[in-house]
């Protein structure tokens, strides 16, 4: 009999077993390029984005422990970028590069000129947290679809060749490879919705 994959919700509190590595590989392998992703997006070089990003996660870590799922509070994802943006502000003001608050004109415009920052990163977030999110899922269904499939998939979806061309090249009708795109999507949408499962 196979296993299920989990649920967020089931992923989630597997976490709060310190004995369960493969729950904590999973979250990882999840969750950590989305956070790095949106780092790097919100102007980090890479070394302080790997930084900030196992300082988030030891954040979570530690969260896990005396976790308890309420829907009424809010999504997981809504969650996690209220930790991350925390984290991003506390690196902003520890590494000084706010600018500072001298209130002349310089300073006036510097401000105007900036984004609506919540707007800004929930849409930075939201972005990289579905691109890592499908992923995962991606890798996840890819071991479990013949190569031939996967190929059809990924040359017409992801790289945009037409159905005639990937159908020549992988001896394939055309017919037969919108099939295969269309299993391969369905399959990674199932995925995506088990990994999000109710706490999205």
Do not use: C
């Not at 994959?5 to 999840?30: H, K, N, Y």
């Not at 999110?133 to 996967?150: D, I, N, Y």
Request: proline fraction near 5%.
């Amino acid at each position: 009999m196979t296993v299920p994959p989990d649920t967020q919700l089931s992923l989630l509190l597997r976490l709060q077993d310190d004995g369960d590595p493969e729950a904590w590989s999973r979250f990882v392998g999840i969750y950590t390029p989305a956070i790095y992703g949106f780092l790097r997006q919100k102007g980090l070089q890479d070394a302080d984005a790997a930084d900030l990003t196992q300082d988030v996660m030891a954040s979570v870590t530690k969260s896990m422990k005396s976790f308890k799922f309420q829907p009424e509070r809010g999504k997981f994802r809504g969650w996690l970028f209220a930790v991350v943006q925390n984290k991003l502000r506390n690196y902003w003001r520890a590494s000084s590069k706010l600018p500072s608050a001298r209130g002349d004109t310089q300073a006036m415009q510097l401000l105007n000129e900036q984004p609506d920052e919540r707007n800004d990163a929930l849409e930075i977030w939201d972005r990289e947290y579905e691109q890592h999110l499908f992923v995962a899922a991606a890798e996840a269904v890819r071991p479990k679809v013949q190569e031939s499939t996967w190929q059809a998939f990924w040359s017409t979806l992801v790289e945009g060749e037409s159905p005639a061309e990937v159908a020549l090249r992988l001896t394939m009708t055309p017919a037969a490879v919108r099939l295969a795109k269309a299993r391969v999507l369905a399959r990674i949408r199932r995925e995506i919705h088990l990994i999000e499962g109710e706490t999205s």
